[in-house]
């Protein structure tokens, strides 16, 4: 249902119902797949794609008819781009490409999910800078969190949670700048 967003060139009323269906449905699935047991990679990776695809539509509406000044275009694509870096590195480092759920990722989600109507009730600037930092420390954390991890893991809540099965040790850290061997 998200991709439907990209038939509309305005916001409308019929674009807004759509688009808290998508909303609805996207704030659903998880736990309905965590009561029916019916979680999986799949899922987990087509609730992004889900999530991506209502976002660009959004987007897509809300810069054809104007609403967004290009300094935002710039500064959430900047911000997407360090996304995709994340996953990215996921892939060059775990075999597997894939984004972090992280808590700042969520805030950023529902950051964006408000443009819309920021638009409606006239605080789009404002909105948009709050969406621009929301959305560039999750990029950042994302990248970070690719970095530091020993692990592919898609679910770890913050850098800031780090700990354990998820840092890299001080000894996997001489390892790595000492190609494996000590130094005195």
């Given at each position: ?38 979680e ?22 809300l ?14 694509a900047?911000?997407?781009i360090?996304?995709?870096?994340s ?39 404002e ?6 930092i929301?959305?560039?420390i999750?990029?950042?954390e ?18 800031l ?8 040790s001080?000894?996997?850290?001489g ?10």
């Open positions: 249902m998200r991709p439907l967003c990209f038939f509309f060139d305005t916001v409308t009323t019929g674009f807004l119902i759509i688009y808290l269906i998508c909303a609805l449905s996207d704030l659903l699935d998880g736990p309905v797949a965590r009561k029916t047991n019916a999986g990679i799949l899922g987990s990776v087509l609730d992004t794609v889900g999530d991506f695809l209502m976002y660009l539509g959004m987007m897509k509406v810069i054809v008819s104007c609403a967004v000044p290009g300094w935002a275009i710039f500064w959430i900047g911000a997407l360090i996304h995709i870096t996953a990215l590195i996921a892939g060059f480092r775990f075999g597997k490409f894939y984004f972090v759920h992280s808590l700042s990722g969520k805030l950023m989600g529902v950051a964006m999910f408000f443009v819309p109507f920021a638009f409606l009730i006239g605080i789009m600037t909105h948009l800078i709050v969406t621009g929301i959305s560039s999750s990029a950042i994302a990248v970070f969190i690719q970095l530091k991890t020993d692990s592919a893991d898609m679910d770890i809540l913050s850098v949670t780090l700990t354990g099965k998820h840092e890299i001080e000894a996997q850290i390892d790595l700048t000492a190609g494996g061997k000590e130094y005195e």
